[in-house]
Structure formats: structure tokens, C-alpha cells
């Protein structure tokens, strides 16, 4: 199964009166601005919601504020933080795999950092099947990017490098495109730059072809929820679509090339007229620009060459 880090609970109250609207929007805006304490006493005010809709935005809040409460804040640098409960953690390893992870993010993309990052691994508390995110993600704050790792993933300095690795790719991505870029190419960029697996993603999609997913309905699939067996498989194969997409850019265009898709989100003035009139996204302009082809015809090509994928 894919490590899944992202998409967490955004700011659409699952609410249902206005009052209850306000406070979730108050909680959410704190959460943006990492005031965990505050945001977190909100949520205790609203609770899960009358059918538990709200449990992921509580759960998330609740595990940043746990670990805030007892962990220490290093500043590495001015656009780079690490908090860390001291103790159970071995921060030299866990600094060393930072600079390794990001130094090898930014090459492999060739995308230069010009964005702060604060680098959290939560209290071992917060690794529980109904966190969201449980495997890593990584959040837009006001300002900065802040990526939360499971403690576990200490354990494996390997795997710790690989994780913030992808990570940090959703962290370069949000530099450069703000909120514009698609999900699926933001999943496409981090799983590649990760290092993920696709063995168990080509088998499933030579065996099941009718599975692969347009750019919408795959983009859709992976903010859907995942409390059902179905809903997690959905979800599965969401990432494992979105790596083969991202091997494929990089087995035929070279992986530079996601990093200049994710670049091209960077639009001109004839672009933003263009994306405003046609009804076109400013990834599929992207993909267009870089590539010189359509996003459906990008993800004919990736179905088409899965079996060339070594």
C-alpha cells in the first residue's frame, strides 16, 4: 500500500447551523496560522459534528496540539524548523535527514527552496487508525509549509528520508502554485520524488484497466473519505494511478520535467485570460505548455506505456 500524506480536511464546515459555521471557520483559521491551543479549544466547542463529519479536522488539530505541548522547537535555519519531543526523538537524525531530504528534493525538481518549512514528527499518541494523515502530510500554514511525520517513521532513517522527501515535494509544489496546481499532479510530483513503489500499481491497473481514473474523477478520489473498506481502496489506487503518471513523466521527459509542469503553474498575462475565459485549469495550461499535449491525452500516454515502466 502507498504511504498517503495528504489532502487533508479543508475549510468547508461539515456544519450544519451558522453559528456552528462560524466557530469551524474561526478553528480552521487559527489551525492556518498554527495557534493550536486556541483552534484546538474550538473544536472542543463543536465537537464531531451531528454524523462525525468533523472528526478529521478534530483529530489533526488534536495530534499537532498534543506534540506542541511537550516538544521542542529548533530553528535549523530562518526558513527552516524542526519540533521534535525531545527524548524520543534523536534530533541529529532526524536534522541530517531533513537536509539530505530536502537537498535531494529541490535537485531532483529543479526547483529552488524560497519558502520556509517547519518539519514536525507528532507525539507516538497520535498514530492512531482515525488520524488523518497517519502516514505524514503536509499542511499550507500562513506563511510557511508544515510537514507532520509519524513517529514511527524514526525508527527507519531510510524510510524517514523517503517520506519527507515526498513531503517535501507537496511543500515545493505549494511554493510554486500557490493552491492552483491539481491534486493528481500534486500527488504525481510527491509519490515519484518520494520514491514509491509502483510494482503493486502496475500489476493492479495491467489487471484492471476500467480502474484507471480520469484527471477529475482521480483528483476528486483522494479528498474523498476513507472510512469504508471500498472508500480505502478507491484511495489506494488513487495513488497508485498517481505514480505511475509521475514515473511515466519521468521514464519519457526526464524528472526535471514534473518540476517545470509544476513551474509552468506560474502564469503569464495572455495564461491567466486564458484560464479565465476558457474554463481551463492552470494545470492543464501547464501541461499543455510543458508537454505540448492535453491532460487527457497525458493520461492516455501513462495508461498506454504502464507495461514499459521498469
Known amino acids: 500500500m502507498p504511504r498517503i500524506h495528504s489532502h487533508l480536511p479543508g475549510e468547508g464546515s461539515p456544519f450544519g447551523s451558522a453559528g456552528q459555521h462560524v466557530v469551524y471557520q474561526r478553528a480552521y483559521s487559527l489551525y492556518r496560522q498554527d495557534k493550536l491551543e486556541p483552534a484546538f479549544k474550538a473544536m472542543l466547542e463543536l465537537g464531531t459534528g451531528t454524523a462525525g463529519e468533523a472528526i478529521p479536522t478534530y483529530r489533526m488539530i488534536e495530534a499537532e496540539y498534543l506534540t506542541r505541548q511537550r516538544a521542542a522547537i529548533v530553528e535549523l535555519s530562518p526558513v527552516l524548523v524542526a519540533e521534535y ?5 534523536r534530533g541529529d ?20 527552496w524560497d519558502s520556509a518549512v517547519h518539519v514536525t514528527i507528532l507525539d507516538e499518541s497520535a498514530n492512531a487508525p482515525w488520524t488523518p494523515g497517519r502516514h505524514g502530510y503536509c499542511s499550507p500554514k500562513e506563511g510557511f509549509a508544515k510537514i507532520c511525520l509519524p513517529h514511527y ?14 513531503e517535501l ?16 499532479l500534486h500527488e504525481a510530483a510527491a509519490m515519484q520524488i518520494g520514491g514509491e513503489l509502483i510494482g503493486k500499481a502496475k500489476a493492479h491497473f495491467l489487471a484492471r484497466p476500467n480502474e484507471w481514473m480520469e484527471a477529475d474523477v482521480l483528483s476528486a478520489a483522494f479528498n474523498a473519505p476513507r472510512i469504508s473498506e471500498s472508500e480505502q481502496y478507491r484511495s489506494t489506487v488513487a495513488y497508485w494511478q498517481a505514480a505511475l503518471i509521475g514515473a511515466h513523466i519521468a521514464a519519457t521527459r526526464g524528472e526535471r520535467t514534473i518540476g517545470d509542469l509544476i513551474k509552468g503553474h506560474r502564469l503569464g498575462f495572455i495564461d491567466q485570460i486564458k484560464s479565465a475565459f476558457l474554463g481551463a485549469s492552470v494545470t492543464d495550461l501547464a501541461v499543455h505548455k510543458v508537454l505540448g499535449m492535453t491532460t487527457p491525452d497525458l493520461f492516455r500516454a501513462a495508461r498506454l506505456g504502464i507495461g514499459d515502466l521498469a
Open 169 to 184: 515535494a507537496h511543500a515545493l509544489v505549494y511554493q510554486e502554485t500557490d493552491l492552483t496546481c491539481a491534486v493528481w
Open 153 to 166: 517513521l524514526t525508527k527507519d532513517e531510510n524510510e524517514l528520508v523517503e517520506a519527507l522527501r515526498h
Open 93 to 112: 537524525v532526524l536534522v541530517g535527514a531533513i537536509s539530505v531530504a530536502r537537498e535531494q528534493a529541490e535537485g531532483r525538481l529543479g526547483i529552488a
Open 85 to 89: 519531543i525531545e527524548g524520543s526523538v
